[in-house]
């Protein structure tokens, strides 16, 4: 400081300032962390658990706290390969620790499963016949009709082979299924795979505006940073 005395005291000042600004920002407290504080009281918590994941030998996630709201929607970030998809099958097939047996979580990937022989039955009978409904006792056929002419499929498409199907529309039958378990949590790995630009904005509109998803989780992983 003694260097100081002998410059020009306006000039003095301004480096004076300027170091003590140095010195605040390095040496400034710590920000308080809000992370994971509950910002909606009014929704129901379906979901506040640590838990640790591995896959193969490997751990993706350790001690990693997952809070969950009814009604929210949320999204999965990471690179490619760090367990996204992995961790949403493991919600779904309940194989979290801490996770409430009785949360029911459906994961719904970018195409309905069309391999083998159920690929060639019609949509009306794929989806009345799906194990997971009947594993729910929600296989209820007038159900299923009601809620796939409900988001378009006419007569013509539900005699048509699942397999055929666009994806697009795979997408919308997957759905369907999704909403007769009463699921409520719905995983949807990459939906807007293969989907033509109307088919995403249906896929949107369906998920922000359908009453049916408006007191459900949607969990998200996709490239499409638009959707």
Same mark, same amino acid.
């Given at each position: 400081?003694?260097?100081?005395?002998? /410059?020009?005291?306006?000039?003095?000042?301004?480096?004076?300032?300027?170091?003590?600004?140095?010195?605040?920002?390095?040496?400034?407290?710590?920000?308080?962390? @809000?992370?994971?504080?509950?910002?909606?009281?009014?929704?129901? @918590?379906?979901?506040?658990?640590?838990?640790?994941?591995?896959?193969?030998?490997?751990?993706?996630?350790?001690? @990693? *706290?997952?809070?969950?709201?009814?009604?929210?929607?949320?999204?999965?970030?990471?690179?490619?390969?760090?367990?996204?998809?992995?961790?949403?099958?493991?919600?779904?097939?309940?194989?979290?620790?801490?996770?409430?047996?009785?949360?029911?979580?459906?994961?719904? !990937?970018?195409?309905?499963?069309? !391999?083998?022989?159920?690929?060639?039955?019609?949509?009306?009978?794929?989806?009345? @016949?799906?194990?997971?409904?009947?594993?729910?006792?929600?296989?209820?056929?007038?159900?299923?009709?009601?809620?796939? *002419?409900?988001?378009?499929?006419?007569?013509?498409?539900?005699?048509?082979?699942?397999?055929?199907?666009?994806?697009?529309? *795979?997408?919308?039958?997957?759905?369907?299924?999704?909403?007769?378990?009463?699921?409520?949590?719905?995983?949807?790995? !990459?939906?807007?795979?293969?989907?033509?630009?109307?088919?995403?904005?249906?896929?949107?509109?369906?998920?922000?505006?359908?009453? /049916?998803?408006?007191?459900?989780?949607?969990?998200?992983?996709?490239?499409? *940073?638009?959707?």
């Amino acid at each position: 400081w003694r260097y100081l005395e002998g /410059v020009d005291g306006a000039w003095g000042e301004a480096v004076g300032r300027a170091f003590q600004g140095r010195l605040e920002k390095k040496h400034k407290p710590a920000a308080l962390d @809000t992370w994971g504080e509950d910002e909606d009281p009014e929704l129901k @918590t379906a979901c506040d658990i640590e838990f640790s994941l591995a896959y193969g030998g490997k751990l993706l996630l350790h001690n @990693t *706290r997952l809070f969950l709201k009814c009604g929210r929607r949320y999204g999965i970030c990471g690179k490619n390969g760090v367990g996204k998809t992995t961790l949403m099958r493991n919600i779904a097939n309940g194989k979290i620790d801490g996770l409430d047996p009785e949360l029911c979580a459906v994961f719904v !990937e970018s195409h309905a499963d069309d !391999e083998g022989e159920e690929g060639e039955w019609p949509v009306a009978k794929w989806t009345a @016949t799906r194990p997971e409904l009947e594993a729910r006792g929600k296989n209820d056929p007038e159900a299923a009709l009601a809620l796939l *002419r409900g988001v378009g499929f006419s007569d013509e498409l539900l005699e048509t082979p699942v397999k055929s199907l666009s994806g697009g529309w *795979r997408m919308k039958l997957s759905l369907v299924v999704a909403a007769l378990m009463d699921a409520d949590m719905c995983l949807l790995d !990459e939906p807007t795979n293969h989907l033509s630009i109307g088919a995403v904005l249906w896929l949107t509109t369906e998920l922000t505006t359908n009453p /049916v998803w408006q007191e459900r989780i949607v969990v998200v992983v996709s490239h499409d *940073r638009v959707f």
